[in-house]
């Protein structure tokens, strides 16, 4: 392999990392959602939230890769039904958190792959409904000069594998971290907990929903 290959390889894989925990940073609903499941079930249920999440975003950005400039006129012509649309979703998401009892959550978390499933479908949904992180996506990508048009194909496999892998590493070291102040929480401190992000969450999801219903 040629120094110039290798050359490229780290450039695209190095910024594609960095896509990858910069899609997934931002403290968001799906980011509250991976937190508040840490701590009442466990690390790896959140995990398997994130791992939703960052299929979503991989997505997103194979669609800004492969330049499908259709899919974002019509979310630019949809804007606001979107936001609207993902509003609500965040809201119904937040209504169930601040209803749910945390009495279990102090059990020790049983490994369930039914559970890890419904985490993974939930997470996975929650971020894919809020298609407007497209646009964020094309502003990363234009930022790391990650699409070069002397790049070949083996390079954008590396790309996109090394976002998916950022997002990962971005979800394993919040759930790594909160898990371990998990034990510090008894059953009214996450009844707490849940009832705070649940108000967080409806906060956001309002004003979306008066921004998007504002401008239509």
């Known amino acids: 392999m040629t120094n110039a290959l290798m050359e490229a390889l780290l450039y695209i894989v190095i910024r594609g990392i960095a896509i990858g925990v910069l899609i997934s940073a931002p403290m968001g609903p799906i980011g509250m959602l991976v937190i508040q499941r840490t701590l009442n079930k466990g690390r790896w249920p959140a995990f398997f939230t994130g791992i939703g999440a960052s299929l979503s975003d991989l ?3 194979l669609l800004t890769g492969l330049g499908l ?6 979310i630019e012509k949809n804007q606001l039904l979107l936001q609207i649309t993902g509003s609500i979703v965040i809201a119904a998401f937040a ?8 009495a279990r959550a102090l059990t020790t978390p049983v490994d369930s792959p039914n559970t890890y499933w419904t985490d993974f ?6 971020t894919f409904a809020n298609p ?3 646009f964020f996506i094309i502003g990363l990508f234009a930022r790391f000069n990650f699409l070069l048009p002397e790049f070949r194909y083996y390079h954008y496999i590396s790309g996109y594998m090394a976002i998916f892998g950022g ?3 971005w979800w394993l070291t919040i759930t790594f971290f909160v898990n371990k102040v998990r034990s510090h929480f008894n059953v009214r401190s996450l009844w707490l907990i849940n009832r705070i ?4 969450l409806f906060i956001m999801a309002i004003i979306g929903l008066i921004m998007g219903i504002k401008d239509l």
Do not use: E, H
């Open 59 to 61: 997505i997103y950005c």
């Open 69 to 74: 400039s259709f899919i974002t006129d019509i």
């Open 95 to 102: 209504f169930y958190l601040f209803r749910k009892n945390p």
């Open 121 to 126: 479908v939930t997470g996975f949904l929650l």
């Open 132 to 134: 407007l992180i497209l």
């Open 167 to 169: 997002a990962l590493l």
């Open 197 to 200: 992000i649940g108000s967080i």
